[in-house]
Nanobody, 119 residues
Framework: QVQLVESGGGLVQAGDSLRLSCTAS????????MGWFRQAPGKEREFVTA????????NYANSVKGRFTISRENAKNTVYLQMNSLKAEDTAVYYC????????????WGQGTQVTVSS
């Protein structure tokens, strides 16, 4: 069983930056692809970005491409989300999730961290 804990959320102004962290325990971190998702009030949860096991492949939602960067440090069991040029529409609860090799779905989720961007 993998446990995920996010941190780094907060209240910022439009144009500011934030870095979210997600630390995993209870599994072999390098065996999991990691993703970030977000859910804004009244909206469905949406994919933000993901990174494969060795960090070699990443993909991004079009809405964050060029502004957000995902990275991971397997030695620290941690995945990061660097968010630059934040916009009011980035306001959401951000969740990290883990997907085991060979699996399609993300099986493990963190509790989420709130990001609020004031305009």
């Amino acid at each position: 069983q993998v446990q995920l804990v996010e941190s780094g959320g907060g209240l910022v102004q439009a144009g500011d930056s934030l870095r979210l962290s997600c630390t995993a325990s209870g599994g072999t971190f390098a065996n999991y692809a990691m993703g970030w998702f977000r859910q804004a009030p009244g909206k469905e949860r949406e994919f933000v970005t993901a990174i494969f096991w060795d960090g070699g492949v990443t993909n991004y939602a079009n809405s964050v491409k060029g502004r957000f960067t995902i990275s991971r440090e397997n030695a620290k069991n941690t995945v990061y989300l660097q968010m630059n040029s934040l916009k009011a529409e980035d306001t959401a609860v951000y969740y990290c999730a883990a997907r085991a090799r060979g699996k399609i779905n993300y099986d493990y989720w963190g509790q989420g961290t709130q990001v609020t961007v004031s305009s």
